[in-house]
């Protein structure tokens, strides 16, 4: 948690992944967005119907930022940013929370499992005023844990559904009529006043919680400013080199500046394998972190891989590796060690998620050499024309109450829901997020620190029932949150929602085998192994195997419902 670009001390959940089932409820980063959402029958639903059940949005007045939020085009905003935890936490909830009751919940866990009823645990509850046992389950055997749950109907009280892992729940969306809570009557519209640390989340959070026209998820992670990431330079090796980073503004000064850093003697190349990062650079429709769709001149539907700009990016890409300038190792396909290979100075330029950018990074960093500095580039386009961010949704996890909880046990959750989502810097936010004072941490240099103990028992747990709109912070290394702010401000003016922005859509399975063999050939043709030639060859084979019949699935969605933005 601390020292992370948000909230979270994991930043895989600052960026959301597509859900599986037809159509899925749609999030907009707009404060007052609008979106559609599943019907029984079809999957989706009015705009309309999505806006009246949305919870009233009410910003938080309890603490202010260091560097406040900055809004940008199409609903986009950077996160709020800290460089010091408050000396004197102020409260955020008023009155008491439970009303001693006992409740389970499941959540996600990567790592060890903490032992029960240990000092945070028992912290939090205390503070409750009610038990609330969570029984934390492998992250990464996550979906198959859920799709046995759904199958035997055996639901705990507080469920986390990563968005990820939906597509392996059979029949989702009459799952969560079937076993689900209908939040709608106690958080829709005003009706979400009466929670403020939940009515502080931002609206674009709630609209994928939404399903059958109903609100039934409660938002996690939620962000207006997930973006697919960012690229990266070496910012200790550009200045030993005196290049100046803002002269980087087009294809052809990267791949200059990248002559420049590549010294294969001293086994230092310029990239790393820059992958689906180079979408945003080519302009190329993107959608949840692969190609998505635009309409031409004429109005007709074409894909990512369709436009010019691919093979403008193709030809840079394997340009790049058939010039000696990608990292032999990369080129190998061995991304597993590409953090190394940035943090040693064998690589001078990635593409990564923007949650790579943290106290974590710098001192990984430092410890491999001791001058080390990230920073990213200003968003730029190929050209040198206008650069362009395809938006991600605001959440892309949820958490879910048992349909079977009387509406005075539903009350109490949400409480503590409330609770649990307290803004950052508050006092509930330090024991919900680290527990006990002088046992599971210390305040140390204005943040709270964990302890040995601590880092036993406080793990990404109770934070995945409910949570506070990300935020940035980065204890004890000031320069990255402002360096990062600063970026995330300049980025959300670039900003765009992309066609089926957040419309969860799950294509056509036969379709996946075409898809599937482009990619492969896209991948030869970025590591230089084949030509672009052979990629115009493969993209007719998809056309006529898969892709002309995702056009008109996708004209379908279109005319039915939309396209989300």
Same mark, same amino acid.
């Given at each position: 948690m601390a020292g992370s670009n948000g909230v979270s001390r994991r930043q895989m959940f600052k960026t959301s992944a597509a859900f599986g089932g037809a159509i899925a409820a749609a999030?907009?980063?707009?404060?007052?967005?609008?979106?559609?959402?599943?019907?029984?029958?079809?999957?989706?639903?009015?705009?309309?119907?999505?806006q009246a059940v949305l919870p009233a949005y009410k910003a938080s007045s309890v603490v202010t930022a260091d560097i406040p939020s900055v809004a940008g085009t199409n609903g986009a905003a950077s996160d709020p940013a800290f460089l010091s935890y408050p000396a004197s936490p102020p409260k955020s909830v008023a009155g008491a929370v439970g009303d001693g009751g006992s409740y389970t919940a499941v959540s996600p866990i990567w790592g060890s499992v903490p032992a029960p009823g240990n000092s945070y645990y028992t912290a939090v509850n205390q503070a409750l005023g009610a038990t609330l046992t969570d029984s934390p389950s492998d992250g990464t055997t996550f979906a198959t844990m859920l799709a046995t749950r759904f199958a035997?109907?055996?639901?705990?009280? %507080?469920?986390?559904?990563?968005?990820?892992?939906?597509?392996?729940?059979?029949?989702?969306?009459?799952?969560?009529?079937?076993?689900?809570?209908?939040?709608?009557? #106690?958080?829709?519209?005003?009706?979400?006043?009466?929670?403020?640390?939940?009515?502080?989340?931002?609206?674009? =959070?709630?609209?994928? $919680?939404?399903?059958? /026209?109903?609100?039934?998820?409660?938002?996690l992670w939620t962000s207006a400013a997930s973006i697919p990431g960012a690229m990266f330079y070496r910012a200790d090796i550009?200045?030993?080199? /005196?290049?100046?980073?803002? @002269?980087?503004?087009?294809?052809?000064?990267?791949?200059?500046?990248?002559?420049?850093? @590549?010294?294969?003697?001293?086994?230092?190349y310029a990239f790393e394998d820059l992958s689906t990062f180079l979408?945003?650079?080519?302009?190329?429709?993107?959608?949840?972190?692969?190609? $998505? %769709?635009?309409?031409?001149?004429? =109005?007709?539907?074409?894909?990512?891989?369709?436009?010019?700009?691919?093979?403008?990016?193709?030809?840079?890409?394997?340009?790049?590796a058939k010039g000696g300038l990608v990292h032999p190792d990369a080129l190998a396909g061995d991304a597993s060690k590409a953090k190394n290979r940035f943090w040693a100075g064998k690589t001078v330029i990635t593409a990564d998620g923007t949650g790579a950018w943290n106290k974590g990074d710098a001192?990984?960093?430092?410890?491999?050499?001791?001058? #080390?500095?990230?920073?990213?580039?200003?968003?730029?386009?190929?050209?040198?024309?206008?650069?362009?961010?395809?938006?991600?949704?605001?959440?892309?996890?949820?958490s879910y109450l048992n349909k079977k909880l009387t509406d005075a046990q539903v009350k109490e959750l949400l409480r503590i829901a409330d609770y649990l989502a307290a803004p950052f810097g508050s006092a509930e936010y330090l024991i919900s997020r680290y527990g006990k004072e002088g046992v599971? #941490?210390?305040?140390?240099? /204005?943040?709270?620190?964990? @302890?040995?103990?601590?880092?036993?028992?406080?793990?990404?747990?109770?934070?995945?029932?409910?949570?506070?709109?990300?935020?940035?912070?980065?204890?004890?290394?000031?320069?990255?949150?402002?360096? #990062?702010?600063?970026?995330?401000?300049?980025?959300?003016?670039?900003?765009?929602?992309?066609?089926?922005?957040?419309m969860n859509i799950s294509e056509p399975a036969e379709t996946a085998k075409a898809s599937t063999a482009?990619?492969?050939?896209?991948?030869?043709?970025?590591?230089?192994?084949?030509?672009?030639?052979?990629?115009?060859?493969?993209?007719?084979?998809?056309?006529?195997? =898969?892709?002309?019949?995702?056009r008109d699935f996708y004209e379908g969605i279109a005319k039915q419902y939309g396209t989300g933005n």
């Open positions: 999030p907009l980063l707009s404060a007052c967005g609008s979106g559609t959402a599943a019907t029984k029958t079809s999957g989706v639903a009015a705009k309309s119907a999505v035997s109907g055996n639901i705990p009280d %507080w469920l986390d559904v990563p968005g990820w892992n939906v597509s392996s729940i059979q029949n989702f969306a009459e799952g969560v009529d079937k076993f689900f809570k209908d939040l709608t009557p #106690y958080l829709g519209g005003d009706k979400a006043l009466d929670y403020p640390n939940l009515a502080a989340i931002p609206t674009g =959070g709630w609209q994928a $919680g939404v399903w059958n /026209g109903k609100l039934y998820g409660i938002p550009f200045k030993a080199a /005196g290049i100046d980073p803002a @002269t980087v503004t087009s294809a052809d000064t990267l791949k200059a500046v990248g002559k420049q850093v @590549t010294v294969p003697g001293k086994g230092q979408y945003q650079l080519f302009n190329v429709p993107a959608n949840n972190g692969r190609t $998505g %769709w635009k309409r031409d001149s004429t =109005g007709k539907l074409v894909n990512g891989y369709e436009v010019p700009e691919f093979l403008e990016l193709l030809n840079f890409a394997n340009g790049l001192q990984s960093g430092v410890a491999a050499n001791p001058a #080390y500095e990230r920073q990213a580039f200003k968003v730029f386009a190929f050209d040198g024309g206008k650069p362009s961010m395809p938006l991600y949704p605001g959440a892309g996890m949820f599971d #941490y210390t305040m140390t240099d /204005g943040a709270p620190i964990l @302890t040995d103990q601590g880092n036993k028992d406080v793990t990404d747990t109770l934070d995945q029932l409910a949570n506070c709109q990300s935020v940035t912070f980065n204890a004890g290394y000031n320069q990255i949150t402002k360096d #990062y702010a600063a970026w995330q401000a300049d980025m959300v003016q670039h900003a765009y929602k992309p066609l089926f922005y957040a482009l990619e492969a050939v896209i991948t030869d043709v970025r590591m230089g192994r084949k030509s672009v030639a052979d990629y115009q060859s493969a993209l007719s084979t998809w056309q006529n195997s =898969g892709g002309n019949q995702l």
